[in-house]
């Protein structure tokens, strides 16, 4: 059963950093794309970044220049460190990883890690 493990969240004050981790295990298939998408309350889950097994990346707009994905693919982890937080990066952060099965592509999300971004 594949499981992923979130860490890392936490309160903050605007412009202050996190680094969120996010470990997948449990399965022998292949992990194509991870990334992080995040949810504020009373709005929909949102793409934050994703990265590809090659190490193709892919950013929201409003995190571009500030957020930063990466890949450790021989314990698939993927990590996203957040600098320079507003207020408005608030939300909860969700890991997910699509892996390649026999039956095609199927996606695991992790529990969620809070972020907390005030003064």
């Known amino acids: 059963q594949v499981q992923l493990v979130e860490s890392g969240g936490g309160f903050v004050q605007p412009g202050g950093s996190l680094r969120l981790s996010c470990a997948a295990s449990g399965s022998i298939f292949s992990v194509n794309v991870m990334g992080w998408y995040r949810q504020a309350p009373g709005k929909e889950r949102d793409l934050v970044a994703t990265i590809t097994s090659g190490g193709n990346t892919n950013y929201a707009d409003s995190v571009k220049g500030r957020f930063t994905i990466s890949r450790d693919n021989a314990k698939n982890t993927v990590y996203l460190q957040m600098n320079s937080l507003k207020p408005e990066d608030t939300a909860v952060y969700y890991c997910?990883?699509?892996?390649?099965?026999?039956?095609?592509?199927?996606?695991?999300w992790g529990q969620g890690t809070q972020v907390t971004v005030s003064s």
């Open positions: 997910k990883a699509r892996y390649i099965e026999p039956r095609g592509l199927r996606d695991y």
